[in-house]
C-alpha cells in the first residue's frame, strides 16, 4: 500500500494520505498533543480542503505518538483567562474547530490511543465513529480547572450517553478507562493495542470501498435528525436527485449481481437540473 504525505500545511496538525482514506494527526507529542488555539484555528481551513477533495472518502482523526489529545493547551487557557476580550475570539476558534469537524460531510472516525482529555474529547466527540485502544484513557474536566465548555461539545456528550452521566463526567471530572467508555457509550468498540492501527486503517479502507454517495447521504440525514428542526424531506429529496444523476445504483447491483466488488464513482460535484 502507498502513502503519501501531504504537505504540513497547518503546523501542529498534519495530514497523510492512504489511497482514499486521510488521515488528520494531532502532532504535539511532547504536550501529549495538547491543542494550542492556532491549531483550533486551522481545523476548519484544513478540513474544508479535505471535504472539497473527492478522492478522500474516509478521514480518521488521530494523535501523534501515545496520546489522542490533552485537550486545550493549558498555556492558552490562562492568557485568555487575563484577556477577557482575547478569551472571546479563542474560545470562537475552539468550537469553529469543533464544529468544523462535526459537520464534516464524510465519514469520520476518532483512533484514540492514549489519554483524550478536555479539548480532546471534544475532537473525539465531534467525529462520527469512535474507536479505542485497551490503554486509553478519558477525561472531561472542565470543574478541575473552573471553566466553562461550549454548549456544543455539551450538547454532543449528552446525546451520546444522556444527561445522567453527562452530568457525573463533567461534575467530577474524573478518568475513566476504554472499557467504562464503551459501557457508557463514549466509544464504539475497545481493541487490543496490539494490531490497533491495522485494525483502524482496514476499518477505514472498509468504509472507503462503499458508497459515498451513500454514506454521505445517510450522514446527512442521521445529522439532520439529531439535530431537529430541519426539513428532512428537503434533505432527503437532495439526496435522491444525487442518486437519479448518479451511475452509484447501477454499479452497485450490477456488482452485487456478478458477485465482486463494485467500484463506486459518485462525487458531490454531479451538478442538478
Given at each position: 500500500?502507498?502513502?503519501?504525505?501531504?504537505?504540513?500545511?497547518?503546523?501542529?496538525?498534519?495530514?497523510?494520505r492512504?489511497?482514499?482514506?486521510?488521515?488528520?494527526?494531532?502532532?504535539?507529542p511532547?504536550?501529549?498533543?495538547?491543542?494550542?488555539?492556532?491549531?483550533?484555528?486551522q481545523?476548519?481551513?484544513l478540513?474544508?480542503?479535505?471535504?472539497?477533495?473527492?478522492?478522500?472518502?474516509?478521514?480518521?482523526?488521530?494523535?501523534?505518538?501515545?496520546?489522542?489529545?490533552?485537550?486545550?493547551?493549558?498555556?492558552?487557557?490562562?492568557?485568555?483567562?487575563?484577556?477577557?476580550?482575547?478569551?472571546?475570539?479563542?474560545g470562537?476558534?475552539?468550537?469553529?474547530?469543533e464544529n468544523?469537524l462535526?459537520?464534516?460531510?464524510?465519514?469520520?472516525?476518532?483512533?484514540?490511543?492514549?489519554?483524550?482529555?478536555?479539548?480532546?474529547?471534544?475532537?473525539?466527540?465531534?467525529?462520527?465513529?469512535?474507536?479505542?485502544?485497551?490503554?486509553?484513557?478519558?477525561?472531561?474536566?472542565?470543574?478541575?480547572?473552573?471553566?466553562?465548555?461550549?454548549?456544543?461539545?455539551?450538547?454532543?456528550?449528552?446525546?451520546?450517553?444522556?444527561?445522567?452521566?453527562?452530568?457525573?463526567?463533567?461534575?467530577?471530572?474524573?478518568?475513566?478507562?476504554?472499557?467504562?467508555?464503551?459501557?457508557?457509550?463514549?466509544?464504539?468498540?475497545?481493541?487490543?493495542?496490539?494490531?490497533?492501527?491495522?485494525?483502524?486503517?482496514?476499518?477505514?479502507?472498509?468504509?472507503?470501498?462503499?458508497?459515498?454517495?451513500?454514506?454521505?447521504?445517510?450522514?446527512?440525514?442521521v445529522?439532520?435528525i439529531?439535530?431537529?428542526?430541519?426539513?428532512?424531506?428537503?434533505?432527503?429529496?437532495?439526496?435522491?436527485?444525487?442518486?437519479?444523476?448518479?451511475?452509484?445504483?447501477?454499479?452497485?447491483?450490477?456488482?452485487?449481481?456478478?458477485?465482486?466488488?463494485?467500484?463506486?464513482?459518485?462525487?458531490?460535484?454531479?451538478?442538478?437540473?
Open positions: 500500500m502507498s502513502v503519501e504525505q501531504q504537505p504540513d500545511l497547518t503546523g501542529s496538525l498534519r495530514v497523510e492512504s489511497g482514499a482514506v486521510a488521515t488528520l494527526y494531532i502532532d504535539n511532547r504536550r501529549r498533543n495538547a491543542v494550542s488555539k492556532d491549531m483550533w484555528g481545523f476548519a481551513t478540513l474544508y480542503t479535505l471535504a472539497e477533495d473527492d478522492s478522500v472518502r474516509v478521514l480518521v482523526v488521530r494523535g501523534a505518538g501515545e496520546n489522542f489529545s490533552a485537550g486545550a493547551d493549558i498555556s492558552d487557557l490562562r492568557a485568555i483567562l487575563h484577556d477577557a476580550e482575547s478569551g472571546r475570539h479563542d470562537g476558534h475552539v468550537s469553529a474547530g468544523a462535526a459537520a464534516f460531510p464524510k465519514p469520520t472516525i476518532a483512533a484514540i490511543d492514549g489519554y483524550c482529555v478536555g479539548g480532546g474529547w471534544q475532537i473525539a466527540g465531534a467525529c462520527d465513529i469512535r474507536i479505542a485502544s485497551e490503554r486509553a484513557h478519558f477525561g472531561i474536566t472542565p470543574s478541575k480547572i473552573g471553566i466553562v465548555y461550549p454548549t456544543s461539545g455539551i450538547e454532543r456528550l449528552v446525546h451520546l450517553v444522556g444527561p445522567g452521566v453527562a452530568k457525573q463526567l463533567l461534575f467530577s471530572a474524573d478518568f475513566i478507562d476504554a472499557d467504562e467508555a464503551k459501557n457508557v457509550g463514549l466509544v464504539r468498540s475497545v481493541l487490543p493495542v496490539q494490531g490497533f492501527w491495522e485494525e483502524i486503517e482496514k476499518y477505514a479502507q472498509h468504509l472507503a470501498g462503499r458508497s459515498a454517495l451513500s454514506i454521505q447521504a445517510m450522514k446527512a440525514i445529522d439532520a439529531a439535530v431537529g428542526g430541519i426539513d428532512l424531506e428537503e434533505v432527503n429529496a437532495y439526496w435522491q436527485q444525487q442518486m437519479d444523476v448518479s451511475d452509484d445504483p447501477t454499479t452497485g447491483i450490477t456488482a452485487f449481481l456478478e458477485k465482486r466488488a463494485p467500484e463506486f464513482t459518485w462525487n458531490r460535484t454531479v451538478a442538478l437540473d
